[in-house]
């Protein structure tokens, strides 16, 4: 069942969001050669509760850490731990933060040092596809616009969308209906409405769309099955009655 908030619900989110944002913003910050990613998860903790949240991933579904942080062909759900960032690596971080019973959920993809221009090409379009996918997030439009805007935006740029893995709606649990695949069809799917809220996560990759688990990293991880580098980017965004609003901004 697809819950819709309500505009208080709404505001409760975005001072979750805030928080996840102000939170990001010092972990990618941490982001150099030689850091270790269990230091991203060290500070992450100690951040988010800080400010009075509690990290939505510890524990979740078993999941060990407060944060994901993937890096190169890892697609999603890296655990972080002793490995240590090196130049020409690219990071994904992914975090939530719950707040007065809701969640928000984010992602950012950056570059260690100095990195390919392979790799920050691959980097934009994925941010750039969230924001396509944003832009038609809105009352009157179907659920299947918005993943065809995705993935006609990413595949135009010579790229492919993962699509073992979707977004998502969310609000009092992390994740609730309905699923959003960053794939799929204009004119189909639920009707978008006000009061729906969802987390957007094109997750994109150089060569095959196709992934794997590794098994190496606790039955979580997701990689490329060729290796090629993976990218992803979130937001959780609401649709209000002046349009998309992205609640995972420092200002939102």
């Known amino acids: 069942m697809v819950i819709l908030k309500s505009p208080k619900e709404i505001e409760l989110m975005a001072r979750a969001g805030r928080i996840a944002a102000t939170v990001m913003d010092e972990l990618l910050k941490m982001v150099r050669p030689g850091v270790r990613t269990g230091d991203l998860d060290d500070a992450a903790r100690e951040l988010i509760e800080k400010k009075g949240g509690v990290p939505s991933f510890l524990n979740y579904r078993g999941y060990p850490a407060s944060i994901c942080v993937s890096v190169n062909e890892e697609v999603v759900h890296g655990i972080p731990g002793d490995r240590i960032l ?12 719950q707040l007065n019973g809701y969640h928000s959920d984010m992602a950012v993809t950056v570059g260690c040092g100095n990195i390919s221009k392979d ?78 809220v969802v987390a957007l996560e094109p997750m994109v990759v150089m060569g095959s769309a196709n992934v794997k688990i590794n098994k190496g990293a606790g039955g979580w991880t997701a990689v490329t099955v060729d290796g090629s580098l993976a990218s992803h980017y979130e937001h959780t965004v609401a649709i209000c009655p002046e349009g998309p609003r992205a609640l995972t901004i420092k200002d939102g």
């Open 86 to 97: 090196a130049d020409g690596d690219i990071v994904s971080i992914d975090l939530g933060v």
């Open 119 to 196: 790799a920050l090409s691959l980097i934009d379009v994925t941010k750039d596809a969230l924001m396509k996918g944003i832009s038609v997030f809105k009352s009157g439009n179907r659920l299947g616009d918005v993943s065809a805007s995705i993935q006609e935006f990413v595949e135009n740029a010579g790229y492919s969308v993962v699509r073992d893995y979707c977004g998502h709606g969310i609000g009092q649990e992390l994740h609730e209906k309905p699923d959003v695949p960053n794939f799929g069809t204009r004119n189909t799917g639920m009707l978008l409405e006000e009061g729906l």
